[in-house]
């Protein structure tokens, strides 16, 4: 099974980057789609970008599309979201997600997702 840890998160000014980290200590890797998640106060969580467990297809909500990049690399049980040009409006606790490959995926939904990650702060000043 999947045991994510995010990392890289942190108080960046607008316009800055940052780039997230979420790592897989369990062994099955490329047997799971993965997606980015973020929370912020008061609001529900909302996906922001997914790749596939082979790497052929990502998608991307369109508050994020042009700004962000998923990346994964299955040798070393990761996947990674660039983030540029940050808004304050991404301020919100990002979390990674793993989603069975076996199992269609519309990505948006938090419900199609197995495992999850404790997530990670990302501030951005305006």
């Known amino acids: 099974q999947a045991q994510l840890l995010e990392s890289g998160g942190g108080l960046v000014q607008a316009g800055g980057s940052l780039r997230l980290t979420c790592a897989d200590a369990?062994?099955?890797?490329?047997?799971?789609?993965m997606g980015w998640f973020r929370q912020a106060p008061g609001k529900e969580r909302e996906f922001v970008a997914g790749i596939t467990w082979d790497e052929l297809v990502t998608n991307y909500a369109d508050s994020v599309q042009g700004r962000f990049t998923i990346s994964r690399d299955n040798a070393k049980n990761t996947v990674d979201l660039q983030m540029n040009s940050l808004k304050p409006e991404d301020t919100a606790v990002y979390y990674c997600?793993?989603?069975?490959?076996?199992?269609?995926?519309?990505?948006?939904?938090?419900?199609?997702?197995?495992?999850w990650g404790q997530g990670t702060q990302v501030t951005v000043s305006s």
């Open positions: 997600a793993a989603a069975s490959r076996s199992k269609p995926t519309t990505w948006v939904r938090p419900i199609e997702y197995d495992y």
């Open positions: 369990g062994r099955t890797f490329s047997n799971y789609n």
